[in-house]
């Protein structure tokens, strides 16, 4: 089975910078997948942040539209986000998800692959 494993969470100010890395390891790999990254705050649900899928479409929720990027290097199994401009309602635990399929949702349902997430805290 595949497993996730992320990193590059920390602590920086608003208007600061942060990469998040997740490196994709085991298991059997589908040319077809989608891959992004969720969030989440204490209390609240999953949310949605972006993805890609093996036809490299890029979705971004609108509250990070144009302030996160996502890269992912030539392997398809390491992607990045790389977050500009943070804000403090960045804050949060940020998850990988994977899912061997061409179809991406918004939905945290639909990926049955997850990492152990990585907190990113952004002070005012």
């Known amino acids: 089975q595949v497993q996730l494993r992320e990193s590059g969470g920390g602590s920086v100010q608003a208007g600061g910078s942060l990469r998040l890395s997740c490196v994709a390891s085991?298991?059997?790999?589908?040319?077809?997948?989608?891959m992004g990254w969720f969030r989440q705050v204490t209390g609240k649900e999953r949310e949605f942040v972006s993805t890609?899928?093996?036809?490299?479409?890029?979705s971004y929720d609108d509250s990070v539209k144009g302030r996160f990027k996502l890269l992912q290097d030539s392997d398809k199994k390491t992607l990045h986000l790389q977050m500009t401009n943070l804000k403090p309602e960045d804050t949060g635990i940020y998850y990988c998800?994977?899912?061997?399929?061409?179809?991406?949702?918004?939905?945290?349902?639909?990926?049955?692959?997850w990492g152990q997430g990585t907190q990113v805290t952004v002070s005012s």
């Open positions: 890609i899928d093996s036809d490299t479409n890029e």
């Open positions: 085991g298991g059997t790999y589908s040319s077809d997948y989608c």
């Open positions: 998800v994977r899912r061997p399929s061409r179809t991406c949702t918004r939905g945290a349902t639909w990926y049955n692959t």
